[in-house]
């Protein structure tokens, strides 16, 4: 499923988000491209409940509270995301690219995503989704972009 949202995301979100809009379209073509009929239909699910966390009826942890809150992890949560995720997650609290909204949108992307093993490279990918679909964070999705694709230069040192 993972890698039908990496597809996405890479294809449609950043050059054609219009193109998203039609399921049938997108069965197809993903079908074409070689994926599963199941996992697709599993990553479209994922995209629209990752639309519906704007939602704050449906998901009332999106109220806004104290900024200095504290993020306790339950034990399914740690199995998911190892301690240099989570250091990653609090570090982007940190430099204002994540806030307590988006930080618990990520972290419910990632709890609904169908695996086992889930890397730091995944959790990029997710928190970039995630920002790209937040109106008003356009700002934090550069910031985010900058500090993953930014080519060291020069001695590291």
Do not use: C
């Not at 928190?127 to 550069?142: C, D, H, Q, R, T």
């Amino acid at each position: 499923m993972f890698d039908i949202l990496m597809y996405l995301f890479e294809t449609y979100i950043q050059n054609d988000a219009e193109a998203m809009v039609d399921h049938e379209l997108l069965t197809d073509e993903l079908t074409r491209a070689g994926f599963h009929q199941d996992e697709i239909y599993k990553a479209l699910n994922w995209l629209e409940k990752l639309a519906a966390l704007q939602d704050t009826d449906t998901y009332p942890y999106l109220t806004r509270v104290g900024s200095k809150s504290v993020r306790i992890y339950t034990r399914e949560e740690m199995q998911l995301l190892d301690t240099p995720s989570r250091g990653f997650i609090l570090f982007l609290e940190q430099v204002n690219v994540l806030d307590f909204t988006t930080r618990e949108m990520v972290i419910d992307r990632v709890m609904e995503l169908d695996t086992k093993y889930f890397s730091m490279d995944d959790l990029k990918w997710v928190i970039l989704m995630v920002l790209f679909n937040v109106p008003g964070k356009e700002s934090a999705y550069s910031q985010l972009e900058d500090l993953i694709f930014e080519e060291q230069e020069g001695p590291l040192h």
